[in-house]
């Protein structure tokens, strides 16, 4: 999935914060989504999660916003997290 994440909300954890997510996505399964966080504790973050087995997924990639982000195929781009609203 590209896009805003649907779970995602404020700052939190449970129903409505994107917290489970992933592990939503992965059961699903979707092969590729990316989670973008304003409020990750560590600063805002992009992160994207591939590879979803037995309802995890086996790769993830977060990069700070200002970083870049390479999505696979069939999308093969990367994305500036630069002009992400923080």
Known sequence: MLGPDPHDGPV??????????PASYAHAPVPVHLLV???????????????????????????????????????AVAVDTGSFPR
């Open 12 to 21: 939190g954890t449970g129903p409505g914060t994107g917290v489970g997510a």
């Open 37 to 75: 966080d304003r409020f990750d504790e560590h600063g805002p973050t992009a992160t994207l999660f591939t590879e979803p087995e037995n309802g995890a997924c086996k790769h993830a990639v977060r990069v700070a916003f200002g970083g870049e982000l390479g999505l696979p195929a069939p999308f």
